[in-house]
């Protein structure tokens, strides 16, 4: 596509359930990458790919995130029994590869009530 | 600690005015400088960046910045700000040898345009 695309644009959901946020990335970018906006905050690293490879997950908060790419393009973060600090702004970038300039979704904005 | 520092969280200038938004870094080596724009409803997008070399940086829409190794800062400037420039800035850095993806952000500038 010609840009970054993410869904849901807004996501609300009960604490506890498990909720998927989804990053369509630009065609041909090798690398993607997640990250979390709190209110008032900067952009947080969360984690990164290049192809279908989880390169970098140390920005993941805890066990409940995780992330996939599976077939080296769209790619899925999954929040587990989600809670309501949970609530953000995540954001999906993609690149060319993985030293080189990022372009970043709208973003999912999340709800955790 | 490694920290990325705007000190503005919401600043005012009136349109035609010159604009000054600060960023200052806390790190051992310089690391990569980077300043995006996040308008509403939009993602975040490259401004410009410096790595090294001449340390005036010139980005997209007119704006420019300075590297002053002295200061630990990067400051964005822009010499005469436009209605559409109301948005959100963040300055933020890649540690030195590090991934341009793996950026660490400041908390951002808030900035509105008076007409």
């Known amino acids: 596509g010609a840009g970054v695309s993410q869904s849901p644009r807004y996501k609300v959901t009960k604490r506890g359930q498990d909720v998927a946020l989804r990053c369509d990335p630009i065609?041909?970018?090798?690398?993607l990458y997640w990250y979390r906006q709190a209110l008032g905050q900067g952009p947080e690293f969360l984690t990164y790919?290049?192809?279908?490879?989880?390169?970098?997950k140390s920005g993941l908060p805890n066990d409940r995130f995780s992330a996939e790419r599976p077939e080296g393009s769209i790619s899925t973060l999954t929040i587990q029994r989600t809670e309501q600090r949970d609530s953000a702004m995540y954001r999906c970038a993609s690149s060319l590869t993985d030293n080189e300039k990022l372009f970043f979704g709208s973003g999912t904005q999340l709800s955790v009530l | 600690a490694q920290s990325v520092t705007q000190p503005d969280i919401h600043i005012t200038v009136s349109e035609g005015a010159s604009l000054e938004l600060r960023c200052n870094y806390s790190?051992?080596?310089?690391?990569?400088l980077f300043w995006y724009v996040q308008s509403p409803g939009q993602g975040l997008q490259l401004l410009l960046k410096?790595?090294?070399?001449?340390?005036l940086v010139q980005g997209i829409k007119g704006f420019e910045a300075e590297f002053k190794r002295s200061q630990s800062s990067f400051n964005l400037r822009k010499p005469s700000v436009h209605w559409s420039d109301a948005a959100e800035y963040f300055c933020a850095v890649v540690p030195y040898g590090g991934s341009q993806g793996n950026l660490i952000f400041g908390k951002g500038t808030k900035l509105s345009v008076k007409p």
């Open positions: 410096y790595f090294s070399g001449d340390t």
């Open positions: 065609s041909g970018h090798v690398s």
């Open positions: 790190y051992g080596a310089t690391p990569y």
């Open positions: 790919f290049n192809y279908e490879a989880q390169q970098d």
